[in-house]
């Protein structure tokens, strides 16, 4: 874990995370990664029920201990009046306040951009939900799974004549929490370089999944086209595929650079394509993209995938495995960039995590304490707001805290 004293670029900066599960936090961690002092409000209890999601090591999920590194964990009741009062008063001397509840939430708890911003201007509020703060569906439940398939994700993935499949991961939530992180990061210039007030940054997961679908949108309002699943392949686009390989494995190649598909025909035996003035270019490609495949999985079915790599790597055609976790975990590119981390959780266990991304050369992020208990930090937040040490104990009673 860092110990550096060349300050983080968000040192400084004050973060309350009031979110749960997968969106909110996910961009609170980012900027508590970069120096951000995170402090995340858990409802008393069981808290977040990311602590109990997926695999566990003493009661805890391991996947809690990536997510909510570098925060600090205070419980309390929302629900409660009392509770919103000390949300307010944190709030106050916030920089920044993520949220990721249902629209309308906040607000029935008196803790809405209109009573926050009143009392502080500079505030930048990040509110991410399934549809939006507006619009005709904004009410409904959402999560990331649910966006994807509304930003046009999940029709396109799978193979052809298949029922649609999901991503193996929540893809829809991290995407949402990136815009969201740039978002706060551009309310935070705005507010310093152009003296500017706080203002809110509205994230719906679907609209974080759709600006990332590429021309999905135009090629159906210039041709009708509707993107269909394709399984392995990518449409419009020669040759990319996976292809079988010798020893039951399955090798990606791209070649569908100009140049790279001359290299990659040559490597693979078929110098007649790589001249075939019908090939030059991508969509004289695409037009016979099943001759082209048909050619390289003719070569790479003889081949183990070892030698396909260091082969393609000499010709300078881009290529890779299908990496598994095990595969992550014993690669030495991984290891040499730095992108595993092993920290010691607060139940003692040893654990390789992912490291921080983005890597900057001057100031970048780090992993300085591992992912807090339940509550652990309440008290002393408390105290810091100016809470009497009979005050906490009657919070703490009432079950507020």
């Known amino acids: 874990m860092r110990q550096s004293s060349t300050p983080l670029p968000l040192s400084g900066v004050k973060v309350v995370e009031l979110g ?51 925060k600090q964990s205070i419980t309390l009741d929302l629900r409660h009046p009392e509770g919103q009062e000390v949300a307010g008063r944190l709030i106050r001397e916030a920089d920044v306040v993520i949220e990721n509840f249902r629209p309308g939430t906040l607000e029935a708890w008196g803790l809405g951009w209109e009573q926050l911003s009143a009392v502080n201007p500079g505030l930048v509020m990040l509110r991410l939900s399934g549809y939006g703060q507006t619009g005709p569906y904004r009410d409904r439940p959402g999560f990331g799974v649910i966006g994807e398939a509304m930003g046009g994700l999940r029709y396109i993935t799978g193979e052809p004549g298949r029922p649609p499949v999901r991503v193996g991961v929540s893809l829809g939530d991290s995407l949402a929490a990136l815009h969201g992180v740039i978002g ?88 007649d394509l790589a001249t075939d003035p019908e090939l030059l270019h991508n969509d004289g490609r695409v037009r016979r993209v099943e001759e082209i495949d048909a050619a390289i999985a003719a070569w790479t079915a003889s081949r183990g995938i070892d030698e396909i790599l260091e082969t393609m790597t000499q010709a300078k055609v881009p290529a890779g495995r299908i990496y598994s976790a095990k595969d992550i975990a014993e690669d030495p590119h991984y290891a040499a960039r730095g992108m595993i981390e092993q920290i010691l959780t607060r139940d003692g266990l040893t654990l390789n995590v992912p490291a921080v991304v983005p890597k900057l050369s001057e100031t970048p992020g780090s992993i300085r304490s591992a992912a807090p208990r339940l509550g652990e930090d309440t008290e002393a937040v408390l105290r810091r707001l100016g809470y009497s040490a009979e005050q906490i104990a009657a919070l703490r009673a009432a079950k507020v805290i």
Request: a neutral charge; one cysteine or more.
């Open 20 to 70: 749960q599960l997968i969106a909110g936090p996910f961009a609170a961690k980012m900027l508590a990664e970069f120096g951000a002092e995170v402090i995340k409000v858990e409802p008393p209890g069981e808290g977040d029920p990311l602590r109990k999601w997926r695999k566990l090591y003493q009661g805890t999920s391991v996947w809690w201990q990536v997510q909510s590194r570098n």
């Open 184 to 271: 706060v990061l551009l309310a935070l210039y705005h507010r310093k370089v152009n003296g500017g007030k706080g203002q809110v940054i509205d994230v719906a997961l679907y609209e974080a999944v759709f600006n990332v679908m590429e021309s999905l949108l135009p090629e159906y309002d210039a041709f009708g086209i509707v993107r269909e699943r394709t399984g392995s392949a990518l449409p419009g686009i020669a040759p990319t595929n996976a292809y079988p390989c010798q020893d039951g494995e399955y090798v990606l190649v791209a070649g569908n650079g100009d140049s790279i598909f001359k290299r990659l025909m040559e490597t693979v035996g078929r110098a």
